[in-house]
């Protein structure tokens, strides 16, 4: 059974810190993916990655796969209110309709 | 243009009772899921349809659940005899093929609650 193991599960900061949340997997995926989701809201995708090594950068959110693409981080640099909420990242294999989530970080960015 | 509609959004039913949920995908979307999200964990996968047909029901707990999409578009998800341990957030999500290169739109979800 392939498993996301994220962490922390919950981080409590101030506006204008820096954080980063972790997904770890003894599983190799073809991609990871990260989602932000809202209250009574479904996860709302942020970024794919899908190769090894590989960084992406969605304004102050930077988002890095593992080498062996079984890990993947999401730094926030100078968090701001607006991105309190449930981070979750998800794992897919080939044929990519099987999505595997990790239990999510829910990050609280207090003013 | 409309996003990914269920309902209700919100059902509470007595412990043996029959559910359905329903799911309005995008319209287009030849692929739909169905995702079940307990308290404090993330969504859990249930079952894929690819137009009309299930190609993947493995993530279904027992034969108690199951799910159709008649004419490739609306789906239901049918629970029946309902226990307490149903109880949570069943998400249905959609895209316009197979591949993770397309991107899943998730709706609201459903929030069970079987007393």
Redesign the interface.
Known sequence: TQLLEQSPQFLSIQEGENLTVYCNSSSVFSSLQWYRQEPGEGPVLLVTVVTGGEVKKLKRLTFQFGDARKDSSLHITAAQPGDTGLYLCAGLNTGGFKTIFGAGTRLFVKA | GAG?SQTPSNKVTEKGKYVELRCDPISGHT?L?W?RQSL??????LI?F?GTGA??D??LPNDRFFAVRPEGSVSTLKIQRTERGDSAVY?C?SSLG????????????TRLTVT
């Open positions: 990914v692929a899921y995702y404090g964990q993330g969504p859990e996968f894929y690819q190609a993947d493995s993530g998400l999500a197979v591949a993770d290169y397309y991107e899943q739109y998730f709706g609201p979800g």
